[in-house]
């Protein structure tokens, strides 16, 4: 059975500064794995998308890597901005069913301090 | 682009009444829809996904239901709220191997 997790649960750092949010997966058997956002009260927001096939992906100051045979992810913000205080969640693609479910992380937290 | 569009935003209902929680989609044809629920303090938690009008498959056994009358309209139904249905419940698509979700439902049940 297919487990996510993600480490830490909250983090808080100054403007300006470059992070690191790790997600891990059970079974590397994943078809794909996604990075969303959500703000407070709202919906999740697509951020990036790794193929299994895939090492990494960037987008902007965001760069979310893959490594499926030690079961991580990671997602790296450049720059860190105020804006960018929001939960973020990853979700793997379970690659046994076709039904396109996605297992979640429970999501870190992050703020960023002015 | 596809929009999703979920409503309403919030609702409170009473303990033994019913719900309807609609999704509609916009910007592309016949595509798979879920239903998730976030629940305080747990992850999301998929509840049922339909690939076409009429077909509906259940993740977890529940008090809830789903239907798809139409190919970009899915619904989120219960006869009896109980006060463990509450949460914040998402629908979503997936586009080619991508998914994307509405703004969701805060539902409390009191």
């Known amino acids: 059975k297919q487990e996510v997790t993600q480490i830490p649960a909250a983090l808080s750092v100054p403007e300006g500064e470059n992070l690191v949010l790790n997600c891990s997966f059970t079974?590397?058997?994943?078809?794909?794995l996604q990075w969303f956002r959500q703000d407070p009260g709202k919906g999740l927001t697509s951020l990036l998308l790794?193929?299994?096939?895939?090492r990494e992906q960037t987008s902007g100051r965001l760069n979310a890597s893959l490594d499926k045979s030690s079961g991580r992810s990671t997602l790296y913000i450049a720059a860190s901005q105020p804006g960018d205080s929001a939960t973020y969640l990853c979700a793997a693609r379970i690659k046994s069913s076709n039904t396109g479910k996605l297992i979640f992380g429970q999501g870190t937290t992050l703020q960023v301090k002015p | 682009s596809q929009t999703i569009h979920q409503w309403p935003a919030t609702l409170v209902q009473p303990v033994g009444s019913p719900l309807s929680l609609e999704c509609t989609v916009e910007?592309?044809?016949?595509?798979?829809l879920y239903w998730y629920r976030q629940a305080a303090g747990r992850g999301l938690q998929l509840l049922f996904y339909s690939v076409g009008i009429g077909q509906i498959s259940s993740e977890v056994p529940q008090n809830l239901s789903a239907s798809r009358p139409q190919d970009r309209q899915f619904i989120l139904s219960s006869k009896k709220l109980l006060l463990s249905d509450s949460g914040f419940y998402l629908c979503?698509?997936?586009?080619?191997?991508?998914?994307?979700f509405g703004q969701g439902t805060r539902l409390t049940v009191v």
């Open positions: 910007g592309t044809s016949n595509p798979n």
């Open positions: 790794i193929q299994s096939s895939q």
């Open positions: 079974d590397s058997a994943i078809y794909n």
């Open positions: 979503a698509l997936v586009r080619g191997d991508e998914a994307f």
